[in-house]
């Protein structure tokens, strides 16, 4: 949209368009601006005044000298701290169990404060309507996206941004996809009984923003956060964040998912866009935790959020073909197989042959007087399917949640199937592979005595540049955890903290669907070294999901099939709060 273009809404804004069409915006235009539009917020307008406010104040800080005014990445923070001073004096806050003492088996929590008039916020599916639901435009909630690349200081170089610049690119080609929101300040603690998160927009006593939004420079609060809104892809060879999807087909783009690449693998890719760009971060789950909360007030317990979970299908083809780009199963095989999901089909024992490729049709056929289900991929070119290849489910491809009616929160049929990705405050997780980085490293002690237990030491790095598969000087001990023995464990409680790791300080019952504590289970290893924590969940991971659920005894450098690098995000590079 044109500056020519904009809305008149008083005198004062048609000054401020007149001076930037002239090209004599000053600083105290731009104070102005922001002031007008910070009266205008109401909770249910936030887009609609951003892409009206976003071509005045672009023009504005592309006057500037300073290159650091005129990227982006100023104006995205000019905005979120409008937005946030509109809010201002707002406290949304949330009750439940502290389950280390309180037994009432209860999962949801309570919504107090400003929060307490809302309604939980819609979990849309691929078929919902795009009704307005509050979360959509409070401003504790929006969110918006970007391609983006990593700039030393910690912030990003922002290249366009979806709604507002046609050159935004989904598909992650042109550069990374992330989603930018408000950096909220956040107040965690328990009373012995209930445990209590209040969010709030402007610092006070005894809050603390978030962990990945504080400057390096001078601890400062960074007004925007932002995370890599899609699991890992490799395109060019770079770990990306982008979705492939043209809108039209289940097509890729050309982006090939990132499958068994280690997290040491990962951060090699991500560093082919800057040498400032790092692999996934607890500070980057934060985040999307505590949104989850906010937004549908569940613990993630319930088993409202299994996710992708339990899609570990392995069969071998019913019929064999030449010259095909489908598979032939048995139709009970094929009522399991979902559009859209990514297969492999193929057999080690011919050398590896193999095709990928996601679901587009499905298909009743009849073969010789039996009845089969054709499964049809989106692959370039034809193969040909011998008795006993496997066909096998793998991750998902990125962006299968953008069916997602205005992106709302939700999964493809529904969030309780147990075999769909869902999308969180604006980003897509548990997409059948582990996001996989290298902050926090966890260093495991197996006791092997007569009552086995894992003790890890965390070590946390604050910056991107010295992430490595081991810890070295720039590595922080930031605490230790103990495990009851190795295997799943749930959670009964996370530590509460204000350096963003996601740490347990008490698990429970074993892996029996546990639906009294938190959704998420750790694995804890049976055997000594350094650890890398892959989030959320696989394929095969049944009810062990959930938000914080971590992997265990992985290490940096091994692979998996299931294993899926993810971009840091806002996690890069981050300072230490000292006002908490």
């Not at 005129?70 to 000019?78: I, K």
């Not at 069969?315 to 094929?334: C, F, N």
């Not at 492999?344 to 049709?361: E, L, M, Y």
């Not at 009810?543 to 971009?567: K, N």
């Amino acid at each position: 949209m044109s500056a020519e273009r904009i809305p008149i809404i008083n005198k004062q804004l048609e000054e401020i368009r007149d001076a930037i069409l002239m090209g004599h915006a000053s600083g105290a235009d731009a104070v102005t601006l922001d002031a007008l539009f910070t009266a205008m917020v109401d909770g249910t307008n936030t887009t609609k005044l951003f892409r009206e406010w976003w071509p005045l104040a672009r023009a504005q800080d592309s006057l500037s000298e300073d290159t650091a005014v005129a990227n982006r990445y100023h104006t995205l923070c000019r905005w979120f701290t409008l937005i946030g001073k509109a809010w201002a004096g707002k406290y949304y806050t949330l009750r439940g169990p502290d389950y280390r003492v309180n037994t009432t088996g209860v999962t949801t929590l309570t919504p107090l404060g400003d929060l307490a008039d809302k309604t939980a916020a819609v979990l849309a599916t691929e078929t919902s309507t795009d009704a307005f639901d509050w979360a959509d435009e409070d401003p504790m909630t929006w969110y918006l996206r970007f391609n983006g690349e990593s700039l030393t200081d910690g912030t990003m170089n922002v290249l366009s941004v979806e709604g507002v610049d046609d050159a935004f690119d989904i598909s992650g080609n042109t550069a990374p996809v992330y989603t930018g929101r408000l950096g909220l300040f956040k107040r965690w603690f328990t009373d012995g009984a209930y445990e209590y998160k209040t969010f709030t927009t402007q610092y006070e006593g005894g809050f603390a923003p978030w962990a990945a939004d504080v400057d390096p420079t001078d601890n400062s609060h960074r007004p925007m956060n932002w995370q890599a809104t899609f699991g890992g892809s490799m395109y060019g060879q770079k770990l990306t964040s982008g979705s492939g999807f043209d809108g039209l087909s289940w097509e890729r783009n050309g982006n090939t998912t990132a499958i068994s690449k280690s997290a040491a693998d990962g951060l090699t890719a991500a560093r082919k866009w800057t040498n400032y760009d790092g692999v996934y971060s607890d500070t980057d789950l934060e985040p999307i935790l505590d949104l989850w909360q906010m937004r549908h007030f569940d613990l993630e317990n319930s088993g409202i959020l299994e996710g992708c979970t339990n899609y570990n299908l392995d069969y071998t083809v019913a019929v064999a073909e030449t010259d095909v780009k489908s598979v032939v199963l048995t139709v009970a095989q094929g009522e399991n197989i979902l559009i859209g999901s990514f297969l492999d089909v193929g057999s080690a024992a011919r050398g590896g042959q193999r095709a990928r490729g996601n679901v587009i049709r499905k298909e009743t056929v009849t073969i010789e007087s039996t009845d089969y289900c054709r499964v049809t991929l989106d692959v370039a070119s034809e193969f040909t399917t011998e008795s006993g290849d496997h066909v096998s489910t793998l991750p998902w491809t990125p962006g299968s949640t953008e069916h997602l009616p205005g992106h709302k929160d939700g999964s493809l049929y529904n969030l309780t199937n147990g075999k769909t990705p869902a999308r969180i405050a604006g980003v897509e997780i548990i997409d059948g592979g582990y996001a996989v980085g290298l902050d926090p490293l966890w260093s495991s002690d197996w006791d092997s005595s007569r009552t086995p237990k894992s003790i890890y030491t965390v070590y946390a790095v604050r910056d991107s540049v010295y992430q490595a598969s081991s810890a070295g000087d720039h590595h922080e001990n930031v605490g230790t955890f103990t495990g009851p023995n190795s295997g799943w464990q749930y959670i009964k409680h996370i530590q509460i903290r204000t350096d963003g790791m996601i740490i347990p300080e008490e698990a429970g019952a074993a892996n029996t669907g546990s639906t009294k504590w938190m959704k998420s289970a750790f694995y804890f290893s049976a055997s000594s070294g350094v650890r890398a924590p892959w989030r959320f969940a696989a394929l095969n991971n049944a009810g062990t999901a959930g938000l914080a659920g971590a992997l265990g005894y992985a290490t940096p450098s091994g692979a998996s099939w299931d294993e899926r690098p993810r971009l840091s995000g806002s996690g890069k590079k981050r300072g230490e709060w000292q006002a908490a």
